[in-house]
């Protein structure tokens, strides 16, 4: 095993304890048992924790002086990550029957239980935050900030889930908002936990590699059965939503998504673990693609 | 016009004025028009802003240095009140046609947007408090586990909402959680921002107060109109939903509400403002019981 495996391999138990952590703090004797599954069954087992695995790998990159701050911080962006997508699936939305190969959480628990282990999410998100940042106080503002900006309005996944409930809508805008967004505040977050100076300056590499992801999803959205996938494809034609397939056509989106990773992996500030991360970018999106595609560019 | 009116009116402005300012900040150019006006439908014109002036009340009472830290979290605690509001009223729940007399969000802008405006005024809460506390780091903390305690799981409003969706729930568990909940967060979180050394033992004032409250929406049920309430009455027994009324009779039910606001009152811990704050809750309360059975009453 390599030193980048090991490293990833680190980062993905880290990710996994602190959500479990931070569910099993909503668990507690008195609570409603039938929500208390549903937020649990959301959250577990997980898809492939992108975000939480960036912000912790930045944290890392920036040489992180409190561990804790950027654990909370990814558990964070994957909890929001988690409700976004239970509420997107709802019927109202995309109606999707299953998610991560099993049952969608409305198909499992009902639309109600849906509704409500969305929102116990995004509010577990933001106390969890507050309690793991708790030895660093004064980070807990701008983390609580970035995060927040991410997520609600106006530019949020919440304003990108919007986009598909408006009349005209630009492919850039909605997709910024739908996934970029909170890669960005992946990176950004990662390294405002970690004390960098300017963490600003890690915002355009989130947002790339939330286009480079969304773009991917758009072609694994065409090309991938929905076995390998583990939720219904051919959505976006049938929903009319925007996808850069239908814009770009099959190579010209192949060709952006080459187009982003590189700009994304330029655009890392210097930092201690610049090179380590490069690598481990590099590396990483190339998983984004669908298997048939990864493939055929090999 | 005395004082205490002339207190009541200034709070229920400056609780105006910075919700105003919250969802201002959601409205930037480039954020998806419909959510934005769907938002805003949801918080203005505002009910009877019940919870933030008790939060400010407590935190006046206590002689605040900072009231910028009380406005932030009374305006957080008011969203969050909105947001429970907007989403319990969907199609899946009560599917309310009408709420504040006018029509629920999910009849005037769609259930998309009813589900994403309720996501996005839960983000907002988290980040008005935020925003607002900048000056007080040390505060920001303490008060983003208060509120979160009180929505989220396991014994907060959606919690509560939750319980509507299990085979079997004790009445005052179900109240606790669905409106006591945000009541001693409202108390509670008063004192936090107003420094007060003890800020749970202000918890006991909240909770008989959110009991008083419910109760009292119990009994407006039963004996209003809906043109007075704003919203249809008769739902619980429609329902089928835990309601004091049912389990105490009319009767049993004001006596449950007079004892609550007796309890309140006299739980008050000792502070600047103690007198005034008791005047001001016991006179607050006598406006929670509908109009007939207070002029019964009188």
Redesign the interface.
Known sequence: MDGITRVEKALAMAIEQHLAAAVA????P???????AA?RYAVFPGGARVRPRLCLAVACACNEDDPGVADAAAAAIELLHC?SLV?DD?P??DDAATRRGKPSVHRAF????A??A???L???A??T???G??SA??R??PL??IV??A??????I??G??????PHVGLA?YQRAKTGALFAAATVAGATAAGFQEPGLWRTLGECLGEAFQVADDLRDVVSDATELGKPTGRDAVLGRPSAVRDLGLVGAQDRFEYLVTSAVESIPPCPGRDDLRALITMESSRFLPKELARRAA
Chains 1, 2 share one sequence.
Do not use: K, Y
């Open positions: 703090h909503t668990e507690a008195g609570c409603p048992p039938r929500l208390a937020l409700a509420h709802l109202c939305f009902g639309e109600r239980l509704v409500l969305g929102d116990a995004i509010v577990l933001f106390q935050l507050a309690r940042v708790a106080p004064h807990l503002g609580t900030m927040s900006r997520v609600g309005m106006p530019t949020g919440v304003a889930q919007a986009w598909e409930c408006e805008d």
